[in-house]
């Protein structure tokens, strides 16, 4: 955010800041998700009885008779490598096109940037097929692999590299640094509040991504939190028969992971957003 | 020699993936779609248009098109309108606004599975949050999800809640990039607040408008989640959307032939309208963020 954000600010047309009042605005707006965590806590008695019984029973039986431990290591696994390796990925390329000028470059920075037009639901029947005869649907490349390619990372990282001057590269290869000595020692440090910002999208998106999974993955074992949640919440679809506190209990645990880095990343997470759309 | 590679080397690797994941995968998905086939069977014997044909002669498609466009024309201007108001009053840096700003950003990371079965708890009829707080003002009881209508609308209004957040962020980035002498030169002629928004913000922030714009269309044309988790398309194909039938039809029924030829009309319309928006928005756009 640049210097003189304060000043235009207090030039837009502002309702008096209301203290209390607006807080509490924020709380209602986010009261449903507040109150499902607190309901998450509640014994089921209770809840239907319209009394108070504090309990941690319905965490014990989302992690245990109903899989969720096994179900959030399967997303922290899924999307962590989709993140290191979908950022190595991304880096690398971004490298090769803010850097060298090279015969089909342009064309295939066009192919990497048009991905962004491209609905990924037309994907979704042939990368099925492909996972199937490769073998790997019910497995973590399977989860994985489709993943990594994300053009709007590659594309994001190109255009800080490039305001990365180049005499720091020249230094380097002149003390006889090849290439990815560059990348690695010069661009990567320089570069790390994009590639950060960069990561946690590619994370939380991976974190939150439930059609993909919906597909590729059958056997209850290699669920991953979404697929779980969802099929958690239609074990008994019937509107009286749903157990709430208990299905409040795992939707807490799918959201609390991106909720409590939410708090401390808030920042980087806006200022990723903002510097994207700012082309 | 090396030297001459190097670059490839360094793309190689995103290129293979998005050769392997995106682009083949359109050429096989126009492949799929002129033939008959449901994952099992040895052969896939050709068959023209049929499946395209099959598609524009159901109703089912479209419902689904009309669903999926009623939700579009309602749900994009609700965002954007409300996402613009909110953020002209989030600009000043003050601990209230940001506190109201992480408020608002926080659904749009959070995930849309959970945040579909808290809001499928918060319409419930028995025992949800809506009707608990109609009955505490003595009112009766609303069938949320089981009224056609009020169900579409329900959809409209948690993907509104989820995605406000992200608008808002963006809009609170091209607000900034306005020039501070236009509210100067405006506030010194006296300009009234609502005047000042209409002929000052309005216009300046277009930019922004027109990248929510495309951004919130193709979005709203894929929604998938929330209707999977909330509704299933119900009651009686309401809520029926494109992607929810292309999953369907693809990986309940089955029918890769008919799922293909849905996926590569979606892929139509988006691109339609996606390079639609980029003529209007080369045309129309005088003001460079």
């Given at each position: 955010?640049?210097?003189?954000?304060?000043?235009?600010?207090?030039?837009?047309?502002?309702?008096?800041?209301?203290?209390?009042?607006?807080?509490?605005?924020?709380?209602?707006?986010?009261?449903?998700?507040?109150?499902?965590?607190?309901?998450?806590?509640?014994?089921?008695?209770?809840?239907?009885?319209?009394?108070?019984?504090?309990?941690?029973?319905?965490?014990?039986v989302a992690?245990?008779q109903y899989n969720f431990?096994r179900y959030l290591?399967n997303s922290?696994?899924?999307?962590?490598?989709?993140?290191?390796?979908?950022?190595?990925?991304?880096?690398?390329?971004?490298?090769?096109?803010?850097?060298?000028?090279?015969?089909?470059?342009?064309?295939?920075?066009?192919?990497?940037?048009?991905?962004?037009?491209?609905?990924?639901?037309?994907?979704?029947?042939?990368?099925?097929?492909?996972?199937?005869?490769?073998?790997?649907?019910d497995?973590?490349?399977?989860?994985?692999?489709?993943?990594?390619?994300?053009?709007?990372?590659?594309?994001?990282?190109?255009?800080?590299?490039?305001?990365?001057?180049?005499?720091?590269?020249?230094?380097?290869?002149?003390?006889?640094?090849?290439?990815?000595?560059?990348?690695?020692?010069?661009?990567?440090?320089?570069?790390?509040?994009?590639?950060?910002?960069?990561?946690?999208?590619?994370?939380?998106?991976?974190?939150?991504?439930y059609i993909?999974p919906l597909v590729a993955i059958g056997r209850e074992d290699m669920y991953t939190l979404q697929v779980g949640l969802a099929r958690l919440y239609r074990i008994n679809p019937?509107?009286?028969?749903i157990d709430?506190?208990l299905v409040?209990a795992a939707s807490?645990i799918t959201?609390?992971?991106?909720?409590?880095?939410?708090?401390?990343?808030?920042?980087?997470?806006?200022?990723?957003?903002?510097?994207?759309?700012?082309? | 020699?090396?030297?001459?590679?190097?670059?490839?080397?360094?793309?190689?690797?995103?290129?293979?993936?998005?050769?392997?994941?995106?682009?083949?995968?359109?050429?096989?998905?126009?492949?799929?779609?002129?033939?008959?086939?449901?994952?099992?069977?040895?052969?896939?014997?050709?068959?023209?248009?049929?499946?395209?044909?099959?598609?524009?002669?159901?109703?089912?498609?479209?419902?689904?098109?009309?669903?999926?466009?009623?939700?579009?024309?309602?749900?994009?201007?609700?965002?954007?309108?409300?996402?613009?108001?909110?953020?002209?009053?989030?600009?000043?840096?003050?601990?209230?606004?940001?506190?109201?700003?992480?408020?608002?950003?926080?659904?749009?990371?959070?995930s849309?599975v959970a945040?579909g079965v808290?809001?499928s708890?918060?319409?419930?009829?028995?025992?949800?949050?809506?009707?608990?707080?109609?009955?505490?003002?003595?009112?009766?009881?609303?069938?949320?999800?089981?009224?056609?209508?009020?169900?579409?609308?329900?959809?409209?209004?948690?993907?509104?809640?989820?995605?406000?957040?992200?608008?808002?962020?963006?809009?609170?980035?091209?607000?900034?990039?306005?020039?501070?002498?236009?509210?100067?030169?405006?506030?010194?002629?006296?300009?009234?607040?609502?005047?000042?928004?209409?002929?000052?913000?309005?216009?300046?922030?277009?930019?922004?408008?027109?990248?929510?714009?495309?951004?919130?269309?193709?979005?709203?044309?894929?929604?998938?989640t929330?209707?999977d988790v909330m509704?299933h398309?119900?009651?009686?194909?309401?809520?029926?959307?494109?992607?929810?039938?292309?999953?369907?039809?693809?990986f309940t029924?089955?029918?890769?032939?008919?799922?293909?030829?849905?996926?590569?009309?979606?892929?139509?319309?988006?691109?339609?309208?996606?390079?639609?928006?980029?003529?209007?928005?080369?045309?129309?756009?005088?003001?460079?963020?």
């Amino acid at each position: 955010m640049k210097p003189d954000t304060i000043d235009t600010a207090t030039a837009v047309p502002v309702i008096p800041d209301l203290g209390a009042l607006a807080l509490a605005a924020g709380l209602l707006f986010l009261s449903p998700v507040l109150y499902s965590i607190w309901m998450s806590f509640q014994t089921t008695d209770a809840y239907y009885g319209g009394t108070v019984d504090f309990t941690f029973r319905n965490y014990q039986v989302a992690f245990g008779q109903y899989n969720f431990a096994r179900y959030l290591l399967n997303s922290v696994i899924v999307s962590g490598a989709v993140t290191l390796i979908g950022l190595a990925v991304a880096t690398m390329a971004a490298f090769a096109f803010a850097r060298y000028d090279f015969p089909g470059g342009n064309l295939m920075f066009a192919a990497v940037v048009a991905t962004l037009m491209i609905p990924s639901h037309i994907t979704l029947i042939p990368n099925y097929l492909t996972l199937a005869r490769a073998g790997l649907l019910d497995t973590y490349s399977g989860l994985i692999l489709p993943a990594i390619s994300n053009g709007f990372a590659a594309f994001f990282l190109r255009q800080y590299i490039r305001g990365i001057p180049r005499a720091l590269d020249e230094a380097a290869y002149m003390d006889g640094a090849n290439a990815l000595q560059v990348l690695w020692r010069v661009i990567v440090p320089i570069s790390k509040p994009a590639i950060l910002s960069m990561g946690l999208y590619i994370f939380i998106g991976e974190w939150n991504n439930y059609i993909w999974p919906l597909v590729a993955i059958g056997r209850e074992d290699m669920y991953t939190l979404q697929v779980g949640l969802a099929r958690l919440y239609r074990i008994n679809p019937g509107e009286d028969v749903i157990d709430w506190p208990l299905v409040m209990a795992a939707s807490t645990i799918t959201i609390l992971p991106v909720l409590l880095g939410f708090f401390l990343v808030e920042r980087h997470l806006v200022r990723g957003i903002m510097m994207g759309a700012v082309k | 020699m090396l030297r001459r590679l190097t670059p490839y080397l360094f793309a190689l690797p995103l290129l293979g993936f998005i050769a392997v994941f995106t682009y083949v995968p359109i050429v096989t998905s126009v492949n799929l779609s002129f033939r008959e086939w449901d994952f099992l069977s040895p052969t896939k014997p050709w068959v023209g248009l049929d499946n395209y044909r099959l598609l524009l002669d159901s109703r089912e498609f479209w419902n689904a098109l009309r669903v999926s466009a009623v939700f579009t024309v309602i749900s994009v201007p609700i965002r954007l309108g409300l996402a613009l108001l909110i953020a002209t009053r989030l600009m000043r840096e003050t601990g209230v606004s940001r506190v109201i700003r992480g408020a608002l950003f926080l659904p749009s990371v959070t995930s849309t599975v959970a945040i579909g079965v808290v809001f499928s708890w918060v319409f419930s009829t028995d025992w949800g949050m809506m009707n608990g707080l109609l009955q505490l003002l003595g009112l009766g009881k609303v069938p949320w999800m089981q009224d056609p209508q009020l169900a579409l609308g329900v959809l409209i209004f948690v993907n509104t809640w989820k995605q406000l957040g992200y608008d808002i962020i963006i809009y609170l980035a091209g607000l900034q990039a306005i020039p501070t002498e236009l509210y100067d030169a405006a506030s010194v002629d006296g300009g009234r607040r609502f005047h000042v928004f209409r002929r000052i913000t309005v216009p300046l922030v277009m930019p922004t408008t027109y990248f929510l714009l495309v951004v919130s269309v193709i979005d709203a044309f894929q929604v998938f989640t929330i209707v999977d988790v909330m509704t299933h398309g119900g009651p009686a194909g309401a809520t029926d959307m494109l992607v929810n039938m292309l999953y369907r039809v693809g990986f309940t029924l089955f029918d890769i032939g008919l799922g293909s030829a849905l996926a590569v009309l979606l892929f139509i319309i988006l691109i339609a309208l996606a390079l639609l928006k980029s003529r209007v928005i080369g045309r129309r756009v005088h003001y460079e963020a």
